[in-house]
């Protein structure tokens, strides 16, 4: 079936299975931020936002997305190397694969929450795992950037 | 040092982090099949016949191999330096299955969906068998996991294929009975490590072509191309001339990367098809049909005199390798290897046993790969022999341990750095153990401590080598050839440190390629804690070589001798004030007849494996109510030598202890009286999320290593290793209880604290 949706801004039809998964979608539409770690909707991984939520898209079918908006970290690249600037200078980013779908996680948080705490920002970010760093080090990134902020 | 010692950000970080399509699956082609394998439903089972006419039949299936299509050498999987010697038990495919997840069939086809549609339509008739899966009934089972009469050991490693060993090993110095017997107080306890998943977030992952020559390119998700590259010349029965392996960015690896799980599978697939062909594990495959830690049972008894001295440690394990023996005698001999020789006032030292097939997931290598059970049981058992004492745990550590310049009574070789003591003396203060050791009751909760020590290796002594080469470009920078494997780590970039504080350059000057098999110099790949270590030495003299180099060919263009010309990195100064850049002399290196374009080249093996250490501090909260423990506080002193790079050093070390902390309290394996892993999930199979964990605190008291890169050792799986016992340490001192069996869940610890 064919859907029209708004990735990044831009406006495209694509045409989707109907047991399609948003996931792979995004991948085949040329997305490579987009990655999947689990199939059950406990990595994070995969963290895009739909209509400016953060959500799972390897647990969203493509056929509900029909004129509806997606980003991807592709489409808001400015503010995530902002970040990712942030991570990397902690070294929190380690084998990375995890990154783009927490550092969605993030930059959606920083627009939800106004000063969290320590225990706020890991609430909102307890979705996102991570098995390389052990997520000292991405705190320390995350309260950096909120800092910048204020 | 300019660089050597700075938190310099990793050369690739901000790529990886931002999403650009850098990793094995963002690489293949988009024709390229889609591979996928049927796994087989029993744990024992003989595949009487198998009908694939109807899946060949379906439309976009480009092949369906089986058994019958594959050939018939047998190989290991383990990616360690040839000979192996882990036990060539495997086939591609073979009419006897040994586990739940173990390979049927090979099915390629156009797209995913096609590939599952023709897995479904595969007719498997299996002879079902009973299974060994209880690994302490393995040895002398009435089944045998490996009835095959081919199956090939490079080595005398104690292989019993009737009796279900795979390994035996034992080591012995001195009279351990004499020196029990002699003792003053001796304690026993008998300890279970759980198999642990690996759980890197990239699953595996590899896909293949034929190139312009004809020649097979695997690009895959890696810690060994080297090995890969052996490992399917050997399994496919190809020259490994005709082979050529690619690792691009890695989304983890922990050892499980170490094992070649699916790089044979596209590649066979590729030969027999002349197509690009990908496989792309799901999560379940990962945890189900892969390789995980090997669990452990590890007997200890520790003897020692009233003043507190141990003067005997006796260690018998038993190890479940599972189906296949991927890694079955080192990660067994490891466990005692780099658990024993921490306490050196030992008289008499043994470590001894087996390791057993049972019908399960294949054990392969993981971070800390056996040395974290060894020291887990090794550590609670001095735990428990200080309260015997009635010495404080840390000052019985600090009676006892091993310090630079003695001779370990284990391999007999003088320990050239430590500063462990240091390490202990440091956590203890920063944890605030005086005030906290051993517990305080709140009520209905409690709080205590816990200590543990470790130490692991610095590459494989006397075995494995690193190579690399450093070339000047034509216009004045370099490129640093390596054949190890950055799996997040950030070893391209210490690596590039390194290179660069020798050619006393910037980071930016440094172009790092690594690793393709036809281009690299010859690196064993990134594991046993090598690559800062072994490579890091080798880049060390090769970047002097060069920089040598650099000098000599300055000095006559200058007509001047070398001893009379100085380089700063940038500027090479002669005699009466004679100046070249080494932009300039670059450039003509490369410019007319009878030039040579300036390269440094060298390897590097260590007849030593320098331990580094940690010093570990647990505080816990434990419900009386429910038996949960909350990890609360985690503090790590290390020694690794000079810090390299104390951002990715710190980083290395905090994801080591949570990865140690899942281990201690969450990561349960389970299977089903089938001997189907139930724990085949991210829902089932918990591993610690950023809410589970506590404070992660670590702390660094550097050593000099002489044989290291700039004092340097290793740091990555030693950090692996003291959560477990620490906080079963900690638990013990809130209840008055020891636990013996991981992880800790809440019944466990309720069940032993109302007994």
Redesign the interface.
């Known amino acids: 079936m064919k859907i029209e949706v708004t990735i990044n801004g831009q406006k495209t039809v694509l045409e989707v299975?109907a047991d399609e998964l948003l996931a792979d979608t995004l991948r085949a539409a040329g997305f490579?931020?987009?990655?999947r770690?689990?199939?059950?909707t406990?990595?994070g991984?995969c963290t895009v936002w739909i209509d400016g939520k953060p959500t799972l898209s390897c647990a969203t079918l493509s056929a509900r997305m029909d004129g509806h908006d997606i980003t991807?970290?592709?489409g808001v690249?400015g503010e995530?190397?902002a970040f990712?600037?942030l991570?990397?200078?902690?070294?929190?980013?380690?084998?990375?694969?995890?990154?783009?779908g927490f550092?969605m996680t993030v930059l959606a948080m920083k627009r939800e929450l106004a000063d969290p705490t320590d225990e706020a920002i890991?609430?909102y970010?307890?979705g996102?795992?991570?098995?390389?760093?052990?997520?000292?080090?991405?705190?320390r990134a995350v309260k950096k950037f909120l800092e910048v902020r204020s | 040092m300019k660089l050597v010692g700075k938190?310099v950000?990793?050369i690739?970080?901000?790529a990886?982090?931002?999403?650009?399509?850098l990793?094995t699956e963002?690489l293949a082609p988009a024709n390229a099949l889609v591979v996928k394998i049927l796994h087989s439903p029993h744990a024992s089972a003989r595949i009487k016949a198998i009908d694939t006419a109807v899946a060949e039949g379906v439309e976009g299936v480009a092949c369906v191999l089986t058994h019958k299509d594959v050939p018939k050498v047998r190989f290991t999987l383990a990616g360690q330096t040839y000979p192996e010697p882990s036990p060539y038990d495997r086939l591609i495919l073979e009419d006897l299955v040994r586990y739940v997840g173990d390979e049927v069939a090979i099915v390629a086809a156009v797209d995913e969906?096609t590939a599952q549609r023709a897995l479904e339509l595969i007719k498997v008739d299996y002879e079902v068998l009973t299974p060994v899966l209880d690994f302490e009934q393995a040895i002398g089972h009435p089944s045998v996991v490996h009835p095959e009469t081919d199956l090939h050991c490079n080595f005398d490693i104690g292989h019993d294929r009737l009796r279900n060993i795979a390994a035996t090993h034992k080591v012995e110095v001195g009279d351990i009975a004499a020196e029990l017997a002699a003792s003053d107080v001796v304690v026993e306890e008998t300890y279970y490590t759980q198999a642990q998943a690996?759980?890197?977030?990239?699953?595996y992952r590899a896909f293949s072509y034929l190139d312009h020559a004809g020649r097979l390119v695997v690009v895959s998700s890696t810690q060994i191309p080297f090995h890969v590259r052996r490992h399917l010349a050997r399994a496919l029965e190809l020259p490994a001339s005709r082979i050529r392996v690619i690792k691009p960015?890695?989304?983890?690896g922990?050892g499980g990367k170490q094992t070649a799980v699916v790089e044979i599978f596209a590649a066979i697939v590729t030969l027999r098809t002349g197509r690009p062909a990908k496989i792309v594990y799901?999560?379940?495959e990962t945890f189900t049909a892969t390789n995980s830690r090997h669990a452990m049972r590890l007997k200890v008894r520790l003897g020692a005199d009233r003043g507190g001295l141990i003067r005997a440690i006796d260690v018998q394990c038993l190890s479940d390798t599972g189906a296949y023996g991927e890694h079955a005698p080192t990660v067994f001999s490891v466990a005692g290897e780099k658990s024993l020789p921490l306490y050196n006032k030992a008289r008499a030292v043994r470590y001894a046993g087996h390791a057993v097939y049972t019908n399960k997931l294949p054990a392969g290598a993981m971070r800390g790969y056996g040395a974290t059970q060894g020291c887990f049981a090794v550590e609670s058992a001095v735990n428990k022999l200080a309260d015997a004492l009635g010495i404080d745990p840390c000052e019985l550590r600090r009676k006892n341990i091993i310090r630079a310049g003695e001779i370990d009574i284990y391999h007999n070789r003088i320990l050239g750095s430590s500063s462990l003591d240091r390490c202990i003396e440091r956590g203890r203060e920063l944890i605030g153990w005086l005030d906290k050791y051993p517990r305080r009751d709140l009520g209905g909760k409690v709080r205590a401590v816990g200590m543990a020590v470790t130490m692991q290796g610095s590459g494989i002594a006397g075995i494995d080598t690193a190579s690399a080469e450093v070339r000047l470009n034509d216009d004045g920078n370099y490129t640093l050839l390596l054949g190890s494997t950055d799996?997040?780590?950030?070893s391209d970039t210490i690596l590039a440190q390194m290179a660069a504080e020798v050619l006393e350059t910037s980071m930016d000057t440094i172009i790092v390629h690594a690793a393709d098999t036809d281009v690299s110099p010859f690196d064993t790949g990134s594991y046993a804690s090598s690559t800062a270590y072994v490579t890091g030495m080798a880049v060390v003299k090769a970047a002097g070589e060069l920089r040598e180099k650099i000098i000599v060919a300055a000095a006559a263009l200058m007509n001047a001798a070398p001893a009379e010309v100085t380089f700063d990195g940038s500027i090479l100064t002669g005699p009466a004030g004679a100046t070249i850049t080494l932009a300039e002399l670059a450039q003509r290196s490369v410019v007319g007849p009878d030039r040579r374009q300036l390269s440094g080249y060298a390897s590097h093996g260590s007849p030593v494996s320098p331990p580094p250490f940690v010093a570990g501090f647990a505080e816990v909260e434990i419900d009386k109510e429910t038996g949960k423990v909350e990890l609360l506080d985690y503090i790590a002193v290390i020694d690794c030598g000079t810090v390299v790079?104390p951002?990715?050093a710190?980083?290395q070390?905090?994801?080591?202890?949570?990865?140690g902390i899942g281990l201690a309290l969450y990561e349960d394996v389970k299977y089903d009286e089938r001997g189907a892993l139930q724990t085949n999930?991210?829902?089932t199979y918990k591993?610690p999320?950023?809410?589970d964990?506590g404070?992660?605190r670590v702390f660094f008291e550097e050593s000099y290593e002489p044989t290291g890169p700039f004092g340097a050792k290793s740091i990555g799986e030693v950090v692996n290793n003291t959560p477990a016992p620490a906080i079963v340490h900690a638990v013990r001192n809130a209840i008055g209880a020891w636990l013996t069996r991981l992880p800790l869940t809440p019944e466990k610890v309720y069940a032993a604290m109302v007994k």
């Open positions: 299975a490579a931020s987009i990655r770690g689990c199939d059950t406990n990595c991984l991807t970290i592709e690249a995530a190397e990712a600037r991570l990397v200078a902690e070294g929190g980013e380690q084998c990375g694969f995890c990154s783009p550092i890991t609430h970010l307890t996102n795992l991570c098995r390389c760093t052990g997520y000292m080090g991405q705190l | 938190g950000p990793k690739d970080g901000l990886i982090a931002t999403g650009k399509p990793y963002d969906r690996q759980a890197m977030m990239e699953t960015r890695i989304g983890g922990f799901e999560r379940k799996m997040g780590t950030g790079n951002n990715l710190r980083i070390a905090e994801g080591g202890l949570v990865q999930s991210f829902m591993i999320s950023r809410k964990i404070t992660v």
